[in-house]
């Protein structure tokens, strides 16, 4: 087992990341950003190491110093969470020249995965059905315009090196296609330093399903069963949940399988999410794999009870998985609401600021993955996600009414964000009877304007800012010391105790 494990992240991934090296009895050395110096990931770590300047070039995507930091503090291991560098095959390669150990697949399966051209022309190759496009990269506008016509419109540019919805567009008429594709190499080259495109079939209104796979060194690979992601915004999911409501138990082996079998093709290793897309007559396509532990991880621990973070550190320690397929075993179902700071009625424009106050739901069956507290500040320089509501029930008609009262209980001051949207889309009549297409929000939600809180919720909240903010003005709070919330009594005034008469 490893000695000690370098986190190569921040915020929720990466509490998430040190508190499963706290369960092996790993120690965990945190590095941090100086806009990040009183995270929390920096706070509950073994060690932490300021490594740069904000900007993510200058801290969390500099290579050279996340590994020379790994090697003075003596890490073995170096796990990347999600983003940044997590599907970073060049990271992942540097790594295995230094000797330590990338909690990860490897970087050539990295490398192979990432390049989604690359892979829709190995899984083709192997029967995987993939959605009708171009099998190889063009940065002639006029083959791509050829392309498109030949698939026909409406079309998805998509980023060869991309995921997480950056550098796509839907285009659904040809003389669209060049501003669009100007437009998709620039997100592409600035997210991923790679302006490369390719064009997709743009299916109407799809479902997307994902399914969680674990592969070990010793050729042994499972799936534990699926995720629906369908509910998103720009390409990139807030609401996910399993099981499905869209599979039966027939469908949910097939695709299990092809899951299984896209992952034994590609040579994976680790954690892994095997993507489809499903349409209107239940017909699923290979989308990608994303190479890494995803943001909505958790509702498959929920149902399954499997530290899938845990996993990923004992199969890069080169330990056997312990689990075969029929030792999965769902029960109940589990969503999770991507809490961001964003403002949903401004075309979820992101929320910057001090967090004046935060208050998280807790009681049965509620899970809060969190990487924010109050008196922190969330910083423009990157993703907008603070924390990760996850609910889990019996059944999903409960795990609805619970993630509702969870929302209502979770307060947030000082950014905005998308608390208020979530309710409305947990709410909704359509999302109840799980009709959930990656066309939800703009079906049924777009425009978007927020209701107005009631009187009792304005008097909470508005009680909950004024007793925090007599309290940040002491002395005592600055950069560094942790603010303590006061208590109630304390927010009151001068009071006492007195008989009833």
């Known amino acids: 087992m490893f000695k000690k494990i370098l986190v190569a992240n921040r915020g929720e991934i990466a509490v998430r990341v040190i508190r499963a090296c706290r369960e092996l009895g790993i120690p965990a050395v945190a590095v941090y950003s100086t806009v990040d110096r009183d995270g929390v990931h920096v706070e509950i770590a073994d060690e ?92 002639n506008n006029r083959t791509i315009a050829k392309e498109a016509d030949k698939i026909g419109f409406p079309v998805l540019i998509k980023a060869a090196a991309g995921g997480g919805g950056k550098g796509m567009r839907v285009v659904h008429h040809r003389k669209d296609l060049q501003p669009a594709l100007e437009a998709a190499r620039r997100e592409s080259k600035a997210a991923f330093a790679d302006d490369t495109v390719y064009l997709e079939k743009y299916l109407e209104e799809p479902r997307h399903v994902e399914f ?71 017909k699923f396509y290979f989308l990608e794999v994303n190479t890494r532990i995803q943001v909505e991880h958790p509702v498959t621990e929920c149902t399954t009870g499997v530290d899938l973070v ?70 423009v320089h990157y993703d907008p996600i603070l924390s990760k509501l996850i609910c889990w029930g019996e059944n ?31 709410r909704h009549e359509e999302f109840r009877k799980g009709n959930t297409t990656t066309a939800f929000i703009p079906r049924f939600l ?23 903010w007599k309290h940040l003005q002491t002395p005592a709070n600055h950069v560094g010391v942790q603010n303590q919330m006061p208590s109630p009594w304390q927010t009151l005034g001068s009071w006492q105790i007195g008989s009833s008469g």
């Open 212 to 282: 969680q796979i674990l592969a070990d060194h010793h050729g042994n690979v499972i799936h534990l069963n699926e995720r629906e992601c369908s509910i998103q915004r720009r390409h990139q999911k807030i609401v996910e949940e399993t099981p499905s409501t869209a599979l039966s138990d027939a469908l949910r082996q097939r695709m299990g399988e092809t899951a299984v079998n896209v992952a034994t093709i590609a040579g994976y290793r680790n954690a892994g999410t095997v993507e489809f897309l499903l349409d209107k007559d239940k």
């Open 446 to 468: 777009t425009p978007w304007f927020p209701q107005m809180p009631d009187d009792g919720e304005l008097a909470t909240q508005a009680l909950a800012a004024a007793g925090l």
């Open 396 to 426: 999903r008609a409960a795990v609805c009414r619970r993630m509702l009262e969870a929302l209502d209980n979770y307060i947030i001051l000082g950014v905005e964000t998308i608390i208020p949207f979530l309710k409305d889309v947990v």
């Open 48 to 139: 932490a190491v300021c490594i740069g300047e904000p900007p993510p070039l200058e801290s969390y995507l500099n290579i050279p110093k996340i590994l020379q930091v790994a090697k003075d503090r003596g890490c073995d291991a170096i796990h990347p969470g999600y983003g940044f560098l997590a599907e970073n095959p060049a990271f992942a390669k540097a790594c295995e020249d230094a000797s330590i150990t990338f909690i990860g697949p490897t970087s050539e399966g990295i490398r192979l995965l990432g390049n989604k051209v690359e892979s829709r022309e190995l899984m083709g190759a192997h029967g995987i059905p993939l959605i009708p496009g171009m099998m190889s990269t063009s940065s």
């Open 310 to 379: 845990v996993q990923q550190i004992l199969i890069a320690a080169g330990e056997e998985l312990a689990l075969r397929q029929e030792d999965i075993k769902a029960r109940g179902h589990a969503m999770e609401c991507r809490i961001y700071a964003e403002d949903p009625s401004q075309g979820f424009l992101p929320s910057s600021g001090p967090l004046l106050l935060v208050h998280e739901p807790v009681g049965p069956g509620i899970r809060v993955d969190s990487g924010i507290r109050t008196g922190m500040t969330v910083s």
